[in-house]
């Protein structure tokens, strides 16, 4: 465990020009060790990912790509770059990578605008199904610059229909179509979605924000030989820094460069990219593959004890790191539902399910991942109980001595995984 003067001593200098900010740190570092971090979307780096964020290399302007700048003094920018690339292509078997996108919304969008004008249409996830903003959203650019059809689940068994996404596609003859998820909790059929893409003339888009890490480590199907170009982030299942990361064959890459620098963004952020070449040397170690295991049993047996206390899943189960909690048989909302579980320790988001009533601001669901968890060395034995506290907390949404008890226990799992516990992390070397 890392001693709390080793956290206090890389901070010195911080403390003393800015005590506020210094302290805000802090007090968010005691809040992640002290909570059970259940955010699908979130997760903990390593050490050195995150040492390698506060590196000089913030300083650096580096338009433009590795051997091919607009400013001078890149040698080390080109040389973490080029990792970086080399590392991403080999862990997801891609032809091409670009690391610079700042976000995973800013790699779809330069995704789109490779191969859309506005006005054409596209064809994604419909949001409340699992859907991202980015995927057709009215209050997304996506939404307002394109024409937007959606796909869905359906409403018997919260999966992907694929005759429904290859009737619709073939009925609005979309220019590309977006696969991938915020809050599926199923394998994706990306094989399915390019043959129906390559049946009606449509480019194929996967974007593997939420399972990257799974891709990664062969516990998912990829989606590299499926389609045109894949984009993801780099901080969720794949456990590095904030940002984004394109994939793409050969013969797009000229365009997915040009899309990312200069049309959608100036600057690549070098400390980042430097963070996301030790991300990715990461996960390219046979430990990974082993975290990515581990992320998928954990969320299963997660599901399997919510599910033997009575409590309903869209889809009735998981594939991924990730269920979603269906509260539409409750008078609990996801709102209510999240703000219980907050106070008990337990950390997760209110979210839409397929057939929403409730605006997205109260939502009937809740989206629950452990990913974060698994980080931190919690396995099948943890999830049952913490499966039974989140169970009970449903059933009791009001009993605030039971919430506080469950807090007092949560805390001392907390403390039994500590958060910056080497053995989590495997470097490669
Ligand atoms: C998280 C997510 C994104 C956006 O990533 P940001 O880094 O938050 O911009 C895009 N697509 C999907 C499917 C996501 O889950």
């Known amino acids: 465990m890392l001693k709390a003067t080793e956290g206090r001593e890389r901070m010195e200098r911080l403390d003393r020009a800015d005590p506020v900010v210094h302290g805000a740190v802090l007090a968010e570092e005691a809040r992640q060790k002290a909570q059970l971090e259940m955010i699908a979307s979130e997760n903990f780096v390593s050490p050195a990912v995150r040492e390698a964020l506060g590196t000089v290399f913030t300083h650096k302007y580096a338009e433009g790509l590795p051997g091919r700048r607009y400013y001078g003094g890149c040698e ?38 490779a191969f859309l004008k506005p006005g054409d249409r596209i064809l994604g996830m419909n949001l409340s199904h699992g859907g991202h903003l980015t995927h057709g959203s009215p209050v997304n650019f996506s939404g307002r610059l394109f024409e937007v059809s959606a796909y869905g689940v359906r409403g018997t068994d919260g999966r992907i229909d694929y005759d429904q996404v290859r009737d619709t596609a073939l009925k609005v003859r979309p220019r590309l179509i977006v696969t991938g998820a915020s809050a599926y909790p199923r394998t994706i059929d990306f094989e399915k979605f390019g043959a129906i893409a390559r049946e009606v003339g449509a480019f194929h888009l996967a974007d593997l924000a939420h399972i990257a890490g799974l891709v990664a480590g062969g516990h998912h199907p990829s989606p590299v030989p499926h389609a045109d170009v894949v984009s993801t982030t780099t901080h969720k299942t794949l456990r590095g820094p904030r940002g984004g990361l394109l994939l793409c064959r050969e013969k797009h890459a000229g365009t997915i460069d040009r899309m990312v620098f200069p049309f959608i963004q100036g600057g690549p952020l070098m400390h980042v990219i430097a963070s996301k070449a030790v991300a990715l040397g990461e996960a390219l170690s046979p430990g990974f593959r082993d975290y990515g295991r581990r992320v998928v049993e954990n969320a299963r047996a997660l599901a399997d004890q919510v599910m033997a206390r009575g409590v309903q899943l869209v889809s009735g189960g998981t594939d991924n790191h990730l269920i979603l909690v269906d509260l539409r048989d409750r008078a609990l909302t996801g709102k209510d539902a999240e703000q219980a579980l907050e106070r008990a320790g337990i950390t997760v988001n209110k979210n839409t399910v397929p057939g929403e009533r409730r605006s997205p601001f109260v939502t009937s669901g809740l989206r629950i991942g452990t990913p974060a968890l698994t980080t931190r060395g919690m396995g099948p034995a943890e999830m049952k109980t913490i499966a039974d506290w989140i169970a009970d907390i449903l059933d009791r949404p009001a009993d605030e001595s039971l919430i506080g008890r469950i807090r007092d226990r949560a805390g001392d799992l907390c403390a039994a995984f500590p958060l910056f516990g080497d053995q989590s992390f495997p470097i490669r070397r």
């Open 76 to 113: 080390f920018a080109d040389q973490v770059e080029d990792l970086a690339r080399s590392r991403a292509t080999q862990l997801f078997h891609a032809a091409h990578a670009n690391v610079q996108p700042h976000s995973g919304a800013q790699a779809n969008m330069a995704a789109y605008f």
